[in-house]
Nanobody, 128 residues
């Protein structure tokens, strides 16, 4: 895809990871970027979004634990994940939301119909 995630891995519960998203297709023209995740056999879940003005939204289940940020100079999107729980185990994807859509965690989880670009995902495994 146009985007590429990195930074996933295996950590014990309570640990931290920072995911990154970059790629040759990363465009500063995208007004809304975000992360969604999908556990094995589960539905996609929106995790966090960030607009160009820096405003963010988070899913209730990560509120206060995860932080989304963007380095426009380097064209990198980050997801800092702290206090990880076993239920956070999933493949995490970064995505760019199409401009005519709202910028929130529900939209970023809807898949290709609302996304301009997304990556192949990076796996996060949290063990008890």
């Amino acid at each position: 895809g146009q985007l590429e995630e990195s930074g996933g891995g295996s950590v014990p519960a309570g640990g931290s990871l920072t995911l990154s998203c970059a790629g040759s297709g990363y465009s500063l023209g995208w007004s809304c970027m975000g992360w969604y995740r999908q556990g094995e056999g589960q539905e996609r879940e929106g995790v966090a979004t960030i607009r160009k003005d820096g405003s963010t939204t988070y899913a209730d289940f990560v509120q206060g634990r995860f932080n989304i940020s963007q380095d426009n100079a380097q064209k990198i999107l980050f997801l800092q994940m702290n206090s990880l729980k076993v239920e956070d185990t999933a493949t995490y994807y970064c995505a760019a939301v199409r401009p005519w859509n709202a910028c929130n965690v529900n939209v970023v989880s809807e898949g290709p119909k609302t996304l301009d670009a997304w990556g192949q995902g990076t796996q996060v495994i949290v063990s008890s």
